[in-house]
C-alpha cells in the first residue's frame, strides 16, 4: 500500500507520517522522503548551490525516485540516497529500506510527477496556511541547517513561495484526502489513520490489537 502525503514546505507532512507510524506499527511502515533525491550538486560552487531552486520539480531526480517506488511496490529492497542539506550534495553512503507492508512517500512535489502519482494507492495533502508554513520553515531552517533569517527568508520570496503556487497548491486537486491545519485537526487524521488499518486488514496483514484499539 503506498501513501503519498504531499503539502507546502512546514504544512506538516512529517506529523501525518508519524500519525500512521503510530496507528500500524513501525513494523508495518517505510517512508520515502522527497528530500532524499535532490540532485547532487557538488559540481557547483557552494554559493550557487545556495541560490539553487530546490522547490521546481527539475531539482528532483524522479528517476530514481520512480524507480525506487516501483520496487517497494514490488516487494524489492532500495538503496535510498543519503542528502546533505547543508552543503546540497548526495552521499557517498546509501540508507537499505526494505520494503514493509505500508510505503509512505513525503514531498512538496510528488503530486506534479505524473508517474508517482499513478503509483499512489491513497494520495494525502496537507493544507496549511502560508504564514504558518513560514514560521516553520524559518525555524527549521535557523534550528537545523544553519540558515540567516535573512537567507531562509529571501529563499522563500525568490523560489519557494512562487514554486509553491505554481506547482504545489494546484497539485491539490489530486488528493483523496484533505487534511487542514498541518494536521493538528485530530478528527481528519483519525479517519485517514481508520482508513488506512481497515485496508491492511482487507488485504490480510495483521495489526497488532493495541494498534487496533487506539
Given at each position: 500500500?503506498?501513501?503519498?502525503?504531499?503539502?507546502?514546505?512546514?504544512s506538516?507532512?512529517?506529523?501525518?507520517?508519524?500519525?500512521?507510524?503510530?496507528?500500524?506499527?513501525?513494523?508495518?511502515?517505510?517512508?520515502?522522503?522527497?528530500?532524499?533525491?535532490?540532485?547532487?550538486?557538488?559540481?557547483?560552487?557552494?554559493?550557487?548551490?545556495?541560490?539553487?531552486?530546490?522547490?521546481?520539480?527539475?531539482?528532483?531526480?524522479?528517476?530514481?525516485?520512480?524507480?525506487?517506488?516501483?520496487?517497494?511496490?514490488?516487494?524489492?529492497?532500495?538503496?535510498?540516497?543519503?542528502?546533505?542539506?547543508?552543503?546540497?550534495?548526495?552521499?557517498?553512503?546509501?540508507?537499505?529500506?526494505?520494503?514493509?507492508?505500508?510505503?509512505?512517500?513525503?514531498g512538496?512535489?510528488?503530486?506534479?510527477?505524473?508517474?508517482?502519482?499513478?503509483?499512489?494507492?491513497?494520495?494525502?495533502?496537507?493544507?496549511?496556511?502560508?504564514?504558518?508554513?513560514?514560521?516553520?520553515?524559518?525555524?527549521?531552517?535557523?534550528?537545523?541547517?544553519?540558515?540567516?533569517?535573512?537567507?531562509?527568508?529571501?529563499?522563500?520570496?525568490?523560489t519557494?513561495?512562487?514554486?509553491?503556487?505554481?506547482?504545489?497548491?494546484?497539485?491539490?486537486?489530486?488528493a483523496?484526502?484533505?487534511?487542514?491545519?498541518?494536521?493538528?485537526?485530530?478528527?481528519?487524521?483519525?479517519?485517514?489513520?481508520?482508513?488506512?488499518?481497515?485496508?491492511?486488514?482487507?488485504?490480510?496483514?495483521?495489526?497488532?490489537?493495541?494498534?487496533?484499539?487506539?
Amino acid at each position: 500500500m503506498i501513501i503519498g502525503i504531499c503539502g507546502g514546505t512546514g504544512s506538516g507532512k512529517t506529523t501525518i507520517a508519524r500519525a500512521i507510524v503510530d496507528a500500524v506499527g513501525s513494523e508495518n511502515v517505510v517512508l520515502v522522503e522527497q528530500d532524499s533525491y535532490y540532485r547532487n550538486l557538488a559540481d557547483m560552487p557552494l554559493d550557487d548551490r545556495h541560490h539553487a531552486n530546490f522547490d521546481h520539480p527539475d531539482a528532483i531526480d524522479s528517476d530514481l525516485l520512480v524507480n525506487h517506488v516501483k520496487r517497494l511496490k514490488l516487494g524489492q529492497p532500495i538503496d535510498m540516497p543519503i542528502y546533505d542539506m547543508v552543503t546540497h550534495t548526495r552521499s557517498d553512503r546509501v540508507e537499505v529500506i526494505e520494503p514493509r507492508p505500508v510505503v509512505i512517500v513525503e514531498g512538496i512535489l510528488i503530486f506534479a510527477e505524473p508517474r508517482i502519482l499513478e503509483l499512489l494507492d491513497v494520495r494525502v495533502f496537507v493544507d496549511t496556511p502560508d504564514d504558518v508554513r513560514l514560521i516553520r520553515r524559518l525555524r527549521r531552517d535557523i534550528n537545523e541547517r544553519g540558515r540567516t533569517f535573512e537567507r531562509t527568508l529571501d529563499q522563500y520570496e525568490k523560489t519557494i513561495r512562487p514554486m509553491h503556487f505554481e506547482f504545489v497548491e494546484p497539485s491539490k486537486r489530486f488528493a483523496d484526502v484533505i487534511i487542514p491545519e498541518g494536521g493538528q485537526t485530530d478528527t481528519s487524521v483519525s479517519m485517514l489513520c481508520s482508513l488506512v488499518r481497515e485496508k491492511l486488514k482487507a488485504q490480510g496483514i495483521a495489526l497488532d490489537s493495541r494498534l487496533m484499539a487506539s
